[in-house]
């Protein structure tokens, strides 16, 4: 069964740069068939996509992040990368790795693949 | 956007009773629409996709309807381990937005 772990720092200064990586095992991150998404959850609420990147680096960002949001894969590490800049409190959440299908790949459009998810911390 | 109103936010139930949550976006998403459990400090587990699909492993008291804007999430017979947050999401076009959550409690 195909696994998912984030990793990064768990604390990032205000101003900075936020950077996860998200491992992927038992499993090929170069599949035609699924994307690879990050969603995240501030300490109490409810979960916001926030991107995901098909294996040959064509990427969909949510516009609210999308000035500050970078992703990248590299699939001879069979991993990908989130980058998010100029980070504020309000970047403060538990960050989510997460396969997800598409109908014109011919897999379902749901995240049915999870990490278990990063701390991530802004504070000085 | 498209956005996502779950009702109710919560919800107290006891082991056995079958219970409801609904969905409703701001515009018809064409039944992509997903279910999701999220228990305390741990990932959302994909409960049904394309509103009423069954992801594999899911045990068959969860079932899932609906079209156009609203969708429904039924449990039957309720079970001790289903006492958690539900989450929906649509999945008909970028940005994927998610329901608020209903918390689902033991009463």
């Known amino acids: 069964q195909l696994q998912l772990q984030e990793s990064g720092p768990g604390l990032v200064k205000p101003s900075e740069t936020l950077s996860l990586t998200c491992s992927v095992s038992d499993g090929s991150i170069s599949s035609s068939y699924h994307l690879w998404g990050w969603i995240r959850q501030p300490p109490g609420k409810g979960l916001a996509w926030i991107g995901s990147i098909y294996y040959d680096g064509n990427t969909h960002y949510n516009p609210s992040l999308k000035s500050r949001l970078t992703m990248s894969i590299d699939t001879s590490k069979n991993q990908f990368s989130l980058k998010l800049t100029s980070v504020t409190a309000a970047d403060t959440a538990v960050y989510y790795c997460?396969?997800?299908?598409?109908?014109?790949?011919?897999?379902?459009?749901?995240?049915?693949?999870w990490g278990q998810g990063t701390v991530v911390t802004v504070s000085s | 956007d498209i956005q996502m109103a779950q009702s109710p936010s919560s919800l107290s139930a006891s082991v056995g009773d079958r219970v409801t949550i609904t969905c409703r976006a701001s515009q018809s998403i064409s039944q992509f629409l997903n279910w999701y459990q999220q228990k305390p400090g741990r990932a959302p587990q994909l409960l049904i996709y394309?509103?009423?699909s069954l992801q594999g492993g899911v045990p068959s008291r969860f079932s899932g309807s609906g079209s156009g804007t609203d969708y429904t999430l039924t449990i039957n017979s309720l079970q001790p381990e289903d006492f958690a947050t539900y989450y929906c999401?649509?999945?008909?076009?970028?940005?994927?937005?998610f329901g608020q959550g209903t918390r689902l409690e033991i009463k």
């Open positions: 997460a396969r997800h299908g598409r109908w014109d790949l011919g897999t379902f459009d749901a995240f049915d693949i």
């Open positions: 999401q649509q999945s008909y076009i970028t940005p994927y937005t």
């Open positions: 394309t509103a009423s």
